[in-house]
T-cell receptor, first 111, second 115 residues
């Protein structure tokens, strides 16, 4: 089955700096890669996603890049703010309803 | 549009008991997936239901089961609870005609503590 690895497990950045989280996947059939943000006591919330026919996608301060050849994708957050502090999960899917998640990155933005 | 709702939000059980968790998907969504989240194992896929049928299943023992009703609401059941079943159980819904790239939306989860 699919295996998703996520790095780093923890990340601290100064407010205003950029944060980058990287994930690799093993199954070349995976074609959908969402990123979720989970705050304490809440379920994961989708923040951005990318499909395999696209190399990059941007939404304001958040961007995701995908390298299908190398089987890795990354989340980029620019101009970080304290409210960006949360746990971020990457995921991969090749069919609806079944997602494989990375182990999460705890991001702390220091004011 | 209301989001995914899960009940109850918190639950305390003892070993050997059984538990039933409920999930109501976003209106119009027909697929419901269940995940177990623990600090050590992260988010692990349990199973997915679509049109009252289990479509996908993860690697969990038979003590974990589920079902889906005609209104797309879903329940999962864990029998003979073990201490290791303590976790946050998350439900996610999607419209899901079965093709790839279907976005999933998560509920707030049910936190289960087994004593």
């Amino acid at each position: 089955g699919e295996n998703v690895e996520q790095h780093p497990s923890t990340l601290s950045v100064q407010e205003g700096d950029s944060a980058v989280i990287k994930c690799t996947y093993s199954d070349s059939a995976s074609n959908y890669f969402p990123w979720y943000k989970q705050e304490l006591g809440k379920g994961p919330q989708l923040i951005i996603d990318i499909r395999s026919n696209v190399g990059e996608k941007k939404d304001q301060r958040i961007a995701v890049t995908l390298n299908k050849t190398a089987k890795h994708f990354s989340l980029h957050i620019t101009e970080t703010q304290p409210e960006d502090s949360a746990v971020y999960f990457c995921a991969a899917s090749f069919r609806g309803g079944q997602f494989y998640f990375g182990t999460g990155t705890s991001l702390t933005v220091i004011p | 549009k209301a989001g995914v709702t899960q009940t109850p939000r918190y639950l305390i059980k003892t070993r050997g008991q059984q538990v039933t968790l409920s999930c109501s998907p976003i209106s119009g969504h027909r697929s419901v997936s269940w995940y177990q989240q623990t600090p050590g194992q992260g988010l692990q896929f349990l199973f997915e239901y679509f049109s009252e049928t289990q479509r996908n299943k993860g690697n969990f023992p038979g003590r974990f089961s589920g079902r889906q009703f005609s209104n797309s609401r879903s329940e999962m059941n864990v029998s003979t609870l073990e201490l290791g079943d303590s976790a946050l159980y998350l439900c996610a819904s999607s419209f899901s005609a079965g093709g790839p790239g279907e976005t999933q939306y998560f509920g707030p989860g049910t936190r289960l503590l087994v004593l």
